[in-house]
């Protein structure tokens, strides 16, 4: 089953509301969100999280060290296998075993244990605890290993796939810079372009790291490439070109013209969505746009808009629209119904 990070997400989470304890493989490329998820899912429902990294553990790292006891009956010692601090103990959560078909068989082996009887060793995984797994497939280039038959064939097996509006919901919601967002709207294939020849390229992951760097006025190729940085840093340049956003969102702008290049439009229209703060700011950009650009840019804008303000949570600045203006209550409450039939 193929899924948008945003299916994804709903999915694991029905599992977690059903008490679903299937073993559950999530398959994707690098940098696609898959572990960040898996988190989002843990924190909305409560539950802990712990995160195994299995191709950086040897099978006694998880299985845990045979230590020498004394038999109180005189019958000579026993070894007991200790397990490794880091297993649940109790309460709730989900274990998350990452990578790990990147780990060698010996390692998988032990982790099918985990896995079919939630128990290795001497440990047994608490009744409270989800098992889910992550991996990279073989074409996404990563040194992986077969997964062994036996161990596939107990798992639920779901592939995440880029999805531009799952990222632009994340990193509205996450204030990622709006130079990076304004890019990724006009160039929405950059998100993710996997090159096996570069040790940097672009992905929802490395966009992350980028909005950090370009925030502290830093060169974004590191996180991204040197192609994909170049048309970056050309895109960043036309936002000299832009009239001021402040003044539009204050509801000043009658006297500032929005320019014709879909480029800087895309920066403006995009710009403007991630800047409003409040339902006045945001019918101040509205009534703006609405006086400079085609209904195309009005949709862009309140999509963008709607998805912020989800995404933040401010639910409520959202209905405060609506009584503002009839043709921007259609726009959000059709991109609303968009999203809820999504």
């Known amino acids: 089953m193929s899924l948008t990070p945003t299916e994804l997400q709903t999915y694991l989470a029905a599992l977690t509301r059903g008490q679903l304890k299937l073993a559950t493989m999530i398959w994707g490329p690098p940098g696609v969100g898959k572990s960040s998820v898996v988190a989002q899912v843990a924190r909305a429902h409560q539950l802990e999280f712990v995160d195994v990294r299995l191709s950086q553990l ?51 082996g032990m982790a099918q244990q985990l896995i079919l009887d939630r128990r290795v060793g001497s440990y047994e995984l ?26 596939a064939n107990r798992f639920l097996h779901l592939t995440v796939r880029p999805d531009f509006d799952a990222w632009r ?32 390229w672009p992905s929802p992951r490395s966009w992350e790291m980028a909005a950090h760097l370009h925030r502290a006025g830093l060169d974004v190729s590191p996180a991204i490439g040197e192609a994909a940085g170049a048309e970056f840093s050309a895109f960043v340049r036309l936002f000299e070109q832009l009239p001021d956003l402040g003044t539009v969102l204050s509801g000043q702008g009658s006297g500032l013209k929005l320019p014709d290049e879909p480029s800087v439009r895309y920066a403006a229209v995009v710009g403007l969505a991630a800047r409003a703060a409040d339902a006045d700011e945001a019918y101040h950009a509205f009534r703006w746009l609405s006086e400079s650009a ?35 209550a259609e726009l959000v409450a059709g991109t609303l119904a968009l999203s809820e039939g999504a």
């Open 294 to 328: 085609g209904p195309e840019w009005l949709q862009l804008y309140v999509a963008t808009l709607v998805t912020k303000f989800q995404a933040i949570g401010q639910l409520g600045e959202l209905a405060g629209l609506l009584g503002r203006d009839e043709r921007l």
């Open 169 to 200: 919901a994340y990193a509205l919601g996450r204030s990622l810079h709006e130079h990076v967002i304004a890019f990724l709207t006009f160039r929405p294939e950059l998100l993710h372009r996997l090159d096996p020849q570069q040790p940097a």
């Open 58 to 108: 040897a099978p006694t790292d998880l299985r845990g060290l045979p230590v020498p006891q004394a038999d109180p009956e005189g019958n000579g010692g026993v070894s007991r296998w200790f397990p490794p601090e880091f297993l649940p103990r109790g309460g709730h959560g989900i274990l998350f075993l990452d990578e790990v078909n990147m780990a060698p068989p010996t390692m998988q």
């Open 126 to 151: 608490p009744d409270g605890w989800f098992v889910w797994a992550a991996g990279n497939r073989k074409e996404d280039r990563a040194s992986v290993f077969d997964m062994p038959a036996p161990l």
